[in-house]
């Protein structure tokens, strides 16, 4: 299979996400590499939506470890509990932060990053990993943006 994309053109939000997660799917079915998935989701989203980083963050060793990602260098260990994707992790549930400097404890890889969401991967009813996407624009993300991004880690086979 040819590894391309169609990326559409489009402001509303649902759209991009409708035409690029059958994309996303048709990419990973059949690769076995968690790696190499995470790598062309990240690169995927990146595309599409041109966010200022998107990336995964894998648990190891009860700590998350930077993973596959597309943008600046990044925090490469984040503990539980510790900033949006580590408040995340131990809440186990998606985080929306419209303004990243009024988030209590939030780790600033780069000053540019306004705001964020975090959206858990699950593996066997347990925080795994999770998907962490930066915008340089205040209040960026919303339930749109929830709602497919959880549809979209659900697609990760993380066995």
């Not at 959206?119 to 960026?140: C, M, Q, R, Y």
Request: glycine letters at 6%; hydrophobic letters at 45%.
């Amino acid at each position: 299979m040819a590894e391309d994309l169609t990326i559409i053109q489009t402001t509303d939000k649902a759209l991009q996400y409708q035409s690029l997660i059958p994309q996303i799917e048709a990419l990973i079915t059949g690769e076995d590499d968690l790696i190499a998935n995470l790598a062309n989701i990240s690169a995927a989203l990146k595309e599409q939506f041109n966010w200022f980083w998107v990336g995964f963050y894998m648990l190891k060793n009860d700590e998350l470890v930077l993973g596959p990602f597309q943008g600046p260098v990044a925090c490469s260990r984040i503990a539980k509990g510790k900033g949006v994707c580590g408040a995340a992790w131990e809440q186990a549930k998606t985080l929306i932060v419209a303004d990243v400097d009024e988030f209590p404890g939030h780790i600033a890889c780069s000053s540019l990053s306004k705001s964020e969401i975090v959206v858990p991967l699950f593996h066997n009813g347990e925080v795994a990993g999770v998907l962490d996407v930066d915008s340089e624009h205040l209040a960026h993300f919303d339930e749109t943006d929830k709602t497919f991004l959880e549809q979209l880690v659900k697609l990760i086979n993380l066995a």
